[in-house]
């Protein structure tokens, strides 16, 4: 994809973007109706620079221009004499703050982009393409390189690479050069450059530009108070600003100077009053409404792919961080199986003391491994929503939620095997090896409703604090139903129906029935006080556990499993229908 390869047969005074009566609001502004709209157009190979001084709507004029702003507004913007909306790849905007999934190399990322955008890097002509990319953004010395290792030049060349894929007529950048260096700026500044000149439109916001910067923008925008006050080029600028007595000093930066002189109400009342059509200036010319088929319409692709593709990504990230994984492993599993074989070591349900011990046993193993597969999930769309939230429109909600899902799949295999096998070892339990076998398959299918109930929870309340808050309110009924703190048989009949939705609950009453159905007899001594269970079926009838239990807790880990999914899907919906993340 060469930057050079547009159409030259366009004219130069070619609109391609009309902006009429443009004002956004937000919800809780009460005086929207006082703002003035904003109405103008902007020419083919225009490569702008959005100026002003903070909160004078840079960002949100620019996300408006990309047809991706959620806030109310009035107006329209048109792209070729269509709504920018139903034109998806034509224009693409590049955020501020990057955001990218650091474990990968640069050629994994381009590559995950290019299969959920175009199709299958297997096709001759998508692979040109994105190897073209890879040159003209000189990401070629990089595409091994974490993205997390590379500097902040890189990532954002690498932003742009990801946004031109769909190769946009119109590109938006809100403040490309931030936290550059001065080499780094001008790097990406060159290569933004070079996309106008190939006939594209680059409109970029920036913060106090530096005089080598700013000189390199063809036109201004420049805004203040939510207006759009100037759009032409900077003689123009220079001029107007000269007609109301306000001249740039000698070697002082232009940019910095329109910036200071916006930022009092007298001059942008003045600048209003003398040229109230100015933001009107490009406003003639002809429109093309063929420019708007030269761009790659992004493709959808079919929803298992989408989940295969999300995978895949999480798969080479996880791969990356495997040393921190048996780590945690080994700290959180290995060491807390020890704990427990050494507190619990020749515990045995066939006493009237080793019933409590192994009703203890059974619930620290069913905890450990609910509460560890739902910690572990609860965090995890806390470090990706921004991701979420700037891919949306790529996959589908529900292709992200089911992959993200099914990658805590290999924990809730592993920490199971790990946790029996080793703690198992110091109790006295019948028929050892089947027992352990049956204890191992139980815990793991309880972890997958475990997983679900942490990724609900993750998905409804993505705050870290409210998070804190919320989940101990909610774990303490559902462990309070397993039995091991109380009998469930002389629970109030209004809390009765709580124990059908806990996970805890169905778990315990699975592994019980596991292990005391298989004790026929416990030892009473003659000279106990207390009454005595006198075989494991009394046990069970004494916590409330039903006979019934193969089908009644598959049915309820399948229910519980798909409540929580429903409810985090429905969490992640509404992120999603909050908009682009900018």
């Known amino acids: ?44 190979s225009e490569f702008a620079a959005v100026i002003g001084p903070s909160g004078a709507g840079k960002t949100t004029f620019l996300v408006s221009l990309a047809g991706k702003c959620t806030l109310p507004s009035e107006g329209s913007v048109t792209l070729c004499g269509q709504n920018v909306k139903a034109c998806p790849g034509a224009v693409e905007i590049a955020p501020q703050h990057e955001s990218f999934m650091d474990g990968l190399s ?9 299969e959920m955008k175009l199709g299958s890097c297997k096709d001759l002509r998508i692979m040109a393409t994105l190897n073209s990319l890879v040159e003209e953004f000189k990401m070629k010395p990089h595409v091994n390189t974490p993205v997390g290792g590379l500097s902040g030049g890189e990532r954002r060349l690498l932003s742009l690479a990801t946004t031109f894929l769909s190769n946009p007529q119109i590109l938006i950048c809100d403040e490309p050069t931030t936290g550059l260096d001065s080499y780094n700026a001008l790097l990406v500044i060159g290569v933004l450059k070079k996309l106008s000149a190939s006939g594209r439109i680059v409109i970029c916001s920036v913060h106090q530009p530096s005089c080598d910067l700013f ?10 108070e939510g207006r759009l006050l100037f759009h032409g080029s900077q003689d123009e600028c220079k001029n107007v600003f000269e007609s109301i007595g306000l001249l740039c000093p000698l070697n002082y930066n232009p940019a910095e100077f329109y910036i200071r002189a916006v930022s009092s109400s007298s001059n942008v009342h003045r600048l209003v009053e003398i040229s109230p059509n100015r933001s009107e ?16 319409r992004p493709v959808q692709r079919n929803w298992f792919k989408q989940v295969h593709l999300l995978l895949w990504r999480l798969s080479l990230s996880l791969k990356r961080e495997i040393k921190n994984q048996i780590i945690q492993l080994f700290i959180t599993v290995v060491i807390t199986s020890m704990v427990l074989g050494v507190a619990y070591v020749g515990a045995t349900g066939t006493t009237q003391r080793g019933v409590q011990e192994i009703r203890g046993f059974l619930w620290l193993l069913t905890s450990e491994v609910s509460f560890g597969v739902s910690y572990s999930a609860l965090y995890a769309f806390e470090y990706e929503i921004s991701l979420f939230k700037r891919e949306v429109g790529v996959y589908k909600c529900s292709a992200y939620f089911v992959s993200r899902f099914l990658s805590f799949i290999p924990r809730c295999i592993i920490w199971p095997v790990v946790l029996v096998s080793i703690s198992s070892l110091a109790v006295d339990l019948p028929n050892h090896v089947i027992t352990t076998l049956e204890f191992i398959a139980l815990l793991i299918l309880s972890a997958i409703p475990a997983v679900a109930y942490g990724l609900g929870m993750a998905a409804l309340f993505t705050s870290t604090g409210i998070i804190g808050d919320v989940m101990p309110c909610v774990d303490l009924p559902l462990f309070l139903m397993s039995g091991a ?5 002389s629970l109030p009949p209004w809390m009765f129906p709580v124990k059908y939705i806990s996970h805890f609950y169905y778990t315990m009453d699975a592994i019980s029935n596991v292990y005391w159905r298989q004790i026929d007899y416990i030892d009473c001594p003659t000279n106990e006080t207390s009454a005595c269970v006198k075989d494991g079926a009394t046990v069970l009838l004494e916590n409330g556990y039903v006979n019934n239990f193969i089908l009644q807790d598959s049915l309820g880990f399948v229910l519980i499993t798909l409540i929580w999914c429903l409810l985090g899907y429905i969490g992640l919906k509404r992120e999603e229908k909050k908009g682009y993340a900018y």
């Open 215 to 224: 000189k390199e923008f063809s036109s201004i925008l420049l805004m203040a």
């Open 106 to 114: 640069v050629m994994e990322h381009l590559v995950f982009m290019t």
């Open 485 to 489: 703190f109380l009998r469930i048989s």
């Open 281 to 296: 200036y490009h406003g003639t010319g002809s429109v093309r409404p063929d420019l708007v088929h030269n761009y790659n």
């Open 1 to 44: 994809m060469e930057f050079g390869s547009y159409d030259k047969d366009f004219m130069e005074n070619d609109v391609v973007i009309r902006i009429r009566g443009l004002k956004v609001w937000t919800p809780e502004e009460k005086s929207w109706w006082r703002r003035k709209p904003i109405t103008g157009s902007i020419r083919r």
